[in-house]
């Protein structure tokens, strides 16, 4: 692997090789290293290799191609475990709540990089699918997740089939703030945002999408806003149902 894994990329086709378990449980137990809130491991890791749940959860990520990875794991913020071992001894547990969530949240997510990081270093593939939370409710159905456990990372891993595909990223200084906010101007913000326009790969983006530019493709095709709400409002549900936010 590259210095910083500057040429790293998602990887969205397998070979049919397995991803041993024996490979998979040393991945994670060095990723379990990473930092985490309290040293609470407010996280789960679901391992699904079955064909036929891998299936049910495939739908839930409306087929995506990464979905036909070998191995399909679902990370779940968990504060039910810490819960029900402070219940067992006679500690007074208050994490059903927004905060809690967003501590097992950030665990949760921190595990799944380290995750993809040591998982690339072995030379693996991996792909997040980020309609784990648009599905959430469907998703702790099919892996019989119980309270205060919702999945919030999914990462499709195998052996690439090919090298995925080159991606851009904005300049340094797109994101880079030096001690305060820096508020860019409109003409600055066009600025930023050249470069990833006059990518090749986004250019034939908005074309194929019979759009006027790049924005509109984000904004109006990819992650329109009637999807937005309508998914929030579903997971606020879930999130309520799931005994976080009492
Ligand atoms: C939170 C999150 C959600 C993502 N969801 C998806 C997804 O649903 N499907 C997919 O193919 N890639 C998904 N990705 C991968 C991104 O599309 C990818 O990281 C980005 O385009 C940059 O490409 P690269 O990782 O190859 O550099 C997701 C990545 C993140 C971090």
Redesign the pocket.
């Known amino acids: 692997m590259d210095k910083y894994f500057i040429n790293?990329?998602?990887v969205?086709n397998f070979t049919d090789r397995p991803v041993e378990s024996s490979l998979l449980n040393e991945i994670l137990t060095a990723a379990a290293k990473a930092p985490t809130c309290g040293n609470m491991q407010l996280y789960s890791v679901i391992v699904t290799r079955s064909p036929q749940r891998k299936a049910e959860l495939a739908k839930q990520h409306f087929s995506?191609p990464?979905t036909n990875a070998p191995v399909i794991l679902t990370i779940c913020a968990d504060f039910n475990r810490f819960t029900r071992w402070c219940q067992l001894n006679n500690a007074d547990a208050g994490f059903d709540n927004l905060e809690s969530f967003i501590s097992a949240t950030a665990d949760a997510i921190i595990l799944a990089q380290q995750i993809t990081t040591i998982a690339e270093q072995e030379g693996l593939g991996t792909?997040?699918?980020?309609?784990v939370t648009y599905n959430a409710p469907e998703i702790a159905g099919i892996l019989n997740l119980p309270e205060l456990v919702v999945p919030v990372a999914c990462l499709a891993l195998g052996w690439p089939d090919g090298p995925?595909?080159e991606?851009e990223r904005l300049p340094l200084e797109a994101f880079v703030h030096e001690e305060t906010y820096r508020n860019d101007s409109d003409q600055e913000i066009i600025s930023l945002f050249k470069s990833k326009e006059q990518y090749p790969a986004n250019i034939q983006f908005v074309k194929e999408n019979n759009k006027d530019n790049l924005a509109q493709v984000f904004a109006e095709i990819r992650y329109p806003r009637a999807m937005n709400e309508a998914f929030s409002q579903k997971l606020k549900d879930y999130l309520q149902s799931a005994g976080f936010l009492k």
Do not use: E, K, P, V
């Open positions: 790293r990329r998602s969205r995506q990464a792909c997040y699918l980020g309609t995925g595909i991606t």
